[in-house]
């Protein structure tokens, strides 16, 4: 089955406490993206991932660093989260940036106290 | 870069009704334009989407229109049913200023009234 695994699904942590995010896709998709949503601001782009080795910046990537070493995965990583980065987050994985459906995971809610 | 208007941010409609959502786009150059379910505890779905050398597009229930020249897109859901209620999204695509993708709407939460 075509899927975009996120892990985890939920998670609470504290200011400071690094976490990684992981998204895995079984397509062979090429682009990969992060966004998170939040209520009122709809999807924003954080960062995004042309192909292996090539990632670049979204609308907003303040606080947050990804890798793309591997075609399939495209971890996010928030190196010393804080409390605005509460949100839930999403993985989207397609064949190209702007004009192909784009597969999204089921979503990560983090929670930083 | 693209900046997308959606409206109305929540809809309510009777059962068995017709539901309509618009969205507004401001790149001329912009081509293609998805609609994203979204329920509850999952991700985003594509549902349909239009690319610019049509008008209208249809399946099943759902159908997308767009006029370029007034640059707007609308998502219309016929004979509504239950299974129908959860958040829509409208996107369009963008590049530059950094981001590379879709810029998407604020998303409707649609409502179904049994």
């Known amino acids: 089955e075509a899927q975009v695994t996120q892990n985890p699904r939920y998670l609470i942590t504290v200011t400071g406490k690094k976490l990684t995010v992981t998204c895995s896709q079984n397509m062979n998709h090429e682009y990969m993206s992060w966004y998170r949503q939040d209520p009122g601001l709809g999807l924003r782009q954080i960062y995004y991932?042309?192909?292996?080795?090539?990632?670049d910046k979204g609308d907003v990537p303040e606080g947050y660093k990804v890798s793309r070493k591997e075609k399939r995965n495209f971890p996010l990583i928030l190196e010393s989260p804080s409390p605005n980065q509460t949100s839930l987050y999403f993985c989207a994985s397609s064949l190209g940036p702007r004009e192909q459906p784009q597969h999204f995971g089921d979503g990560t809610r983090l929670s930083i106290l | 870069g693209e900046n997308v208007e959606q409206h109305p941010s929540t809809l309510s409609v009777q059962e068995g009704d017709s539901a309509v959502i618009k969205c507004t786009y401001s790149?001329?150059?912009?081509?293609?334009f998805p609609w994203y379910k979204q329920e509850l505890g999952k991700g985003p779905q594509l549902i349909i989407d239009i690319r610019s050398n049509v008008g209208e597009k249809k399946d099943q229930r759902i159908a997308v229109t767009l006029n370029k020249t007034a640059k707007h897109f609308s998502l219309h859901i016929t004979e509504t049913q239950p299974e129908d209620s959860a958040v829509y999204f409208c996107a369009a695509p963008y590049s530059g200023g950094g981001a590379d993708g879709l810029t998407f709407g604020k998303g409707t939460h649609l409502i179904i009234q049994p």
């Open positions: 991932s042309m192909n292996v080795e090539v990632t």
């Open positions: 790149d001329s150059a912009s081509n293609y």
